[in-house]
């Protein structure tokens, strides 16, 4: 069974800085990754996939994410945090050809950005 | 496009009630599929249907959830009788291509959050 770890509940970067949301999965087959976004009393929105084409790819908003297999890691990045991006993020997997196709979810992430 | 939508926004039912969700999934999208949240852990996988069929129920709790698909259009999901740890935010997601990479591009919806008290 596959299984996804996102390191820190809550992460918080001044506004403009880097933004790093780490997470790492485990399957026993090359997965498709996800990211997803939810903001304060909305849905879950999807924000970038992995589907194994390119290993770096890029999403809404300005995030981008990199599949790293030798790391067995999908982190997120921004380059320059803005006020809008708070929310909680999380990163997700599913296994191509699998019997289940419901996404596996990490806990989530909080970003917080400090003015 | 009207994406996926969930009626209704907020349920506060008592111990031993009946409460039934409704997801309507995107218009055109087979793959259907219900998420729970409980507070403070991860989103969980419920069910999958394709059109009508349950292609997957391995997430369901126990036998007090029941969840349809009449006619592989929208779904319900009912909780009877409700328990105290079926409070949570439950999320219905869509997808289309019954094979292929498309089907685990998931579209969610806003989600229904459910109280038992």
């Known amino acids: 069974a596959q299984s996804v770890t996102q390191l820190g509940s809550h992460v918080s970067v001044s506004e403009g800085a880097l933004v790093l949301l780490r997470c790492n999965y485990s399957s026993s087959v090359p997965p498709y990754l996800f990211w997803y976004v939810q903001y304060p009393n909305q849905g879950l929105q999807l924000l970038l996939k992995y589907t194994s084409a390119a290993t770096l790819v890029k999403g809404i908003n300005g995030f981008e994410a990199e599949f790293k297999k030798s790391e067995t890691s999908f982190h997120l990045t921004k380059p320059s945090a803005h006020m809008s991006d708070a929310a909680e993020y999380f990163c997700a997997v599913s296994v191509p050809g699998g019997g289940a196709d419901g996404l596996t979810f990490g806990k989530g992430t909080h970003l917080i950005i400090q003015p | 496009e009207a994406g996926v939508t969930q009626f209704p926004s907020h349920s506060v039912i008592e111990k031993g009630q009946t409460v039934t969700l409704r997801c309507d999934p995107i218009s055109g999208h087979d793959n259907l599929y219900w998420y729970r949240r409980v507070m403070g852990k991860e989103i969980k996988f419920l069910l999958h249907f394709v059109k009508e069929s349950k292609q997957d129920e391995s997430g369901m709790p126990n036998n007090r959830f029941l969840a349809e698909r009449t006619g592989g259009t929208y779904s319900t999901l009912k909780v009877q009788p409700a328990e105290l740890e079926d409070s949570g935010v439950y999320f219905c997601?869509?997808?289309?291509?019954?094979?292929?990479?498309?089907?685990?591009?998931?579209?969610f919806g806003p989600g229904t959050r459910l109280t038992v008290t």
């Open positions: 997601a869509s997808s289309q291509d019954w094979a292929g990479a498309l089907r685990h591009e998931q579209y």
